[in-house]
T-cell receptor, first 117, second 111 residues
Framework: GAVVSQHPSWVICKSGTSVKIECRSL??????MFWYRQFPKQSLMLMAT?????????EQGVEKDKFLINHASLTLSTLTVTSAHPEDSSFYIC?????????????FGDGTRLSIL | GENVEQHPSTLSVQEGDSAVIKCTYS??????FPWYKQELGKRPQLIID?????GEKKDQRIAVTLNKTAKHFSLHITETQPEDSAVYFC??????????FGTGTRLTIIP
């Protein structure tokens, strides 16, 4: 089945640091990838939709200069949390949709737990 | 945009009994409805999905029903086992649009 790899799985860093998270589709081409944020005991909140070769579409309330998204290839999207602060601590999960399946299911990465001290 | 409501938020059932989780959606154009299971600290995993051209789909102990007229769909788990304990999320979308998730149901199976 379709596999999405996300790295790193856990990050602990000081306030003010920028953190990059990678999301890769391993056995399929993902023209569209999604970035979610999940707080404890809450649902997944979509942050942005990443399309290969074009600018990401951000959800209302999500700062595009704070959360930089790059989708440079059909198998890789990156999320960079710039100048991270304690309130950015959360579980970040990416997902990818198989470009060959049109409106097919989304496959999730393992998530990245980000802790800002 | 789409709005998905999910009930109940928590559910405890005795091992071997059935569990039912219900979701309603607002956009009548939505045509794809997946269910995800998420264990603590792990990724959401797709367990079953249904498209709007069918009313029911079953996979072993798991089934999903869809009522397009009422705009609601339900997850049914029969003969529940301790490993079914997790948080379950429903979702809905139209075509290639983004998924809208429900708020989740924490299912606990009591041995």
């Amino acid at each position: 089945g379709a596999v999405v790899s996300q790295h790193p799985s856990w990050v602990i860093c000081k306030s003010g640091t920028s953190v990059k998270i990678e999301c890769r589709s391993l056995d399929f081409q993902a023209t569209t990838m999604f970035w979610y944020r999940q707080f404890p005991k809450q649902s997944l909140m979509l942050m942005a939709t990443s399309n290969e070769g074009s600018k990401a579409t951000y959800e209302q309330g999500v700062e595009k200069d704070k959360f930089l998204i790059n989708h440079a290839s059909l198998t890789l999207s990156t999320l960079t949390v710039t100048s991270a602060h304690p309130e950015d601590s959360s579980f970040y999960i990416c997902s990818a949709r198989d470009g060959g399946q049109g409106s097919g299911p989304q496959h999730f990465g393992d998530g990245t737990r980000l802790s800002i001290l | 945009g789409e709005n998905v409501e999910q009930h109940p938020s928590t559910l405890s059932v005795q091992e071997g009994d059935s569990a039912v989780i219900k979701c309603t959606y607002s956009d009548s154009a939505s045509n794809y409805f997946p269910w995800y299971k998420q264990e603590l600290g792990k990724r959401p995993q797709l367990i079953i999905d249904i498209r709007s051209n069918v009313g029911e789909k079953k996979d072993q102990r798991i089934a999903v029903t869809l009522n397009k007229t009422a705009k609601h769909f339900s997850l049914h788990i029969t003969e529940t086992q301790p490993e079914d304990s997790a948080v379950y999320f429903c979702a809905a979308k139209f075509g290639n649009e983004k998924l809208t998730f429900g708020t989740g149901t924490r299912l606990t199976i009591i041995p």
